[in-house]
């Protein structure tokens, strides 16, 4: 059901659309259109930035890591976001750290 909360991999995921059962198609980036990762551990403050897992929404003013850096939220994506954070500098994230 869309909207709907999976747990995968002891990660949480939305479902995008409705689909095929889990086992078939489990959330990952090549199943993007199905899935987004989502992260509830996390405030998105800068001492507690989101780990980034592609695709994945990200929300203006919060922060998150990938591959050692953290980056800021300049605007909102309002979509899950497929590409690395290091390619998205200028256009939804500035790098802090």
Known sequence: EVGMIVTYE???????????????YPPSLETASL??????EHSGEEDDPIPYTPP??????KHYT???VVYRCTR?????LSHNLSTLI???VEEVK
Do not use: C
Not at 76 to 80: D, F, K, L, M, Y
């Open 76 to 80: 909102n994506s309002e979509v899950a």
């Open 56 to 61: 994945m929404e990200i929300f203006e003013g």
């Open 35 to 40: 899935y987004e990762a989502i992260d509830k």
């Open 10 to 24: 002891d990660k949480p995921w939305r479902v995008r659309q409705t689909h095929a059962p889990l086992d078939m």
């Open 66 to 68: 990938q591959d050692g």
């Open 90 to 92: 200028g256009l939804y």
